[in-house]
């Protein structure tokens, strides 16, 4: 089985804190999430410092784009996100215009299935359309209100669709071999990490757990 990527998520509105948490946990993750709370608050200048400091991870940029797909994620990609995010219920007109944006900057999509009612039918239009990843996401509010993301992640993995899976919402240590065995490409971890009394690690838990899990 291939290694799944781990994903942090950085969702500090912090600029300084964002980029001190990135350095304690980079030897443990392979992608950088920049969040959506944080990317609204610090905006280009955080991609383009993490670009800068992190040549080996990806970034990822959490726009969750709803509308204008291509004019807004353009500037994303120019600053150097390997790939940023669409939802999917802005619908195919947006996530196609994001798409033009990642070919024009030889990167990436990922095409959030947060709140979308038909998911296997926006992942299977995703894959259709030229996406690279579909996100299984339970975000933080229906976590909240106890929502898990493992059902979900189940039915779109088992499509076997052309496009790496990522999955988020609430992933921790306990359960990390679960996701991994529903056939998560992407595991996204925010505040399993951040949250932790030491970030670093944290993060090194959940990479031994993940590569024990994907052996
Ligand atoms: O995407 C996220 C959320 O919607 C806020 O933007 C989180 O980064 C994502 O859910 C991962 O965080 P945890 O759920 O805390 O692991």
């Not at 610090?42 to 784009?65: H, M, S, Y």
């Not at 239009?125 to 106890?146: F, K, R």
């Amino acid at each position: 089985m291939a290694k799944p990527l781990i994903q942090m998520a950085l969702d500090s509105l912090d600029f300084d804190a964002t980029v001190a948490l990135a350095d304690q946990v980079a030897p443990y993750v392979d992608i950088f999430e920049i969040g959506t709370p944080c990317i609204k608050y610090n905006g280009l200048k955080l991609v383009e410092e993490l670009r800068a400091r992190f040549p080996n991870q990806l970034i990822l940029v959490d726009l969750k784009t709803m509308d204008a797909g291509e004019y807004e994620a353009t500037p994303f990609y120019a600053a150097g996100a390997d790939i940023c995010t669409v939802l999917g219920v802005s619908g195919l007109a947006t996530i196609g215009g994001v798409i033009n944006a990642a070919k024009a900057h030889n990167a990436e999509v990922q095409v959030d299935l947060i709140n979308v009612p038909n998911k296997v039918e926006c992942a299977r239009a995703s894959a259709e359309a030229g996406a690279q990843i579909v996100g299984v996401h339970t975000g933080l509010d229906a976590q909240a209100a106890g929502q898990t993301p493992f059902g979900d992640l189940q039915d779109i993995s088992d499509l076997g669709l052309d496009v790496r899976v990522s999955v988020a919402g609430g992933i921790k240590q306990s359960t990390v071999q679960q996701v991994v065995e529903a056939g998560a490409d992407i595991i996204v971890v925010g505040a399993a990490i951040y949250g932790a009394p030491s970030p670093a690690e944290a993060a090194r838990e959940i990479r031994e757990l993940v590569d024990a899990a994907a052996v």
